[in-house]
């Protein structure tokens, strides 16, 4: 939170960071991805392939997920949104797949839910190339 609070500072005050520190910060922020990818790979050791498919959970979560979620909230928002891209925009951001804060919250908080979380999360993963586009049919976006 300090950090947060902080980069508001900074942003508005219109202070600039000594280069060095603005560079460190910068390839700090340029690891997010990576080692979101590293985490997400080391979650899916701790499950059986087989289950991801094999678990109605699992494909319920999917559906409402990456389809009947983000179809509802674009239908609600088009009743106050005329703009197209606004609409896809938001569209894209429901549509896509769930986190990986969601397995770290269950293996700190509910060791139980674990492995459904990963699960999920892979398999909206790996159909979330699927069902965007479909998705986008749908709700008329395409």
Do not use: Q, R
Not at 63 to 71: D, F, G, T, W, Y
């Amino acid at each position: 939170m300090a950090a947060c609070f902080l980069a508001i500072i900074l942003y508005l005050s219109g202070l600039k960071l000594p280069n060095v520190i603005a560079d460190s910060i910068h390839m700090l922020g340029s690891l997010t991805a990576p080692l979101a990818m590293l985490l997400m790979g080391s979650f899916l050791l701790d499950i059986k392939w087989s289950e991801v498919f094999s678990d109605p959970k699992v494909w319920l979560f999917t559906l409402a997920k990456l389809i009947v979620i983000p179809c509802l909230i674009t239908w609600s928002l088009s009743v106050f949104i005329e703009n197209k891209l606004l609409l896809a925009v938001c569209l894209t951001a429901s549509a896509t797949p769930a986190g990986n804060v969601i397995a770290l919250l269950c293996n700190m908080y509910n060791k139980e839910a674990y492995p459904l979380a990963v699960k999920d999360i892979a398999l909206t993963t790996l159909l979330c190339v699927f069902t965007m586009p479909l998705t986008f049919k749908i709700c008329g976006l395409s």
